[in-house]
């Protein structure tokens, strides 16, 4: 079973910076696009990064030129520099992948999330 575990997190003042990472741990076939996702109290979930297998990327307006995601070398890994940060950037921040357990089967996975404080 593919699991994705992530680490990061934590408390920053504005203007501050964070790095997150995820791995994804398990036997898997490949690992598609992975992305990072954020879910503010009283919000929704929403995209903020995401990275393809080809190192394509897509970022959400409000996050662009603050923040870089990036894959590892061995493509299971994925993370995301968060440089500036605001308040408004406080949330819990989801790693997201999508997964081929094996040559036939795609799937989309998360982490269990890790908080992100961005306060004085």
């Known amino acids: 079973q593919v699991q994705l575990v992530e680490s990061g997190g934590g408390l920053v003042q504005p203007g501050g910076s964070l790095r997150l990472s995820c791995a994804a741990s398990?036997?898997?076939?490949?690992?598609?696009?992975m992305g990072w996702f954020r879910q503010a109290p009283g919000k929704q979930r929403e995209l903020v990064a995401d990275?393809?297998?080809?190192?394509?990327?897509n970022y959400a307006d409000s996050v662009k030129g603050r923040f870089t995601i990036s894959r590892g070398n061995a493509k299971n890994t994925v993370y995301l520099q968060m440089n500036s940060l605001k308040p408004e950037d406080t949330a819990v921040y989801y790693c997201?992948?999508?997964?081929?357990?094996?040559?036939?089967?795609?799937?989309?996975?998360w982490g269990q999330g890790t908080q992100v404080t961005v306060s004085s």
């Open positions: 997201n992948a999508v997964v081929m357990p094996d040559l036939v089967v795609t799937t989309q996975l």
């Open positions: 990275i393809t297998s080809g190192r394509n990327t």
């Open positions: 398990g036997r898997f076939f490949r690992i598609n696009a």
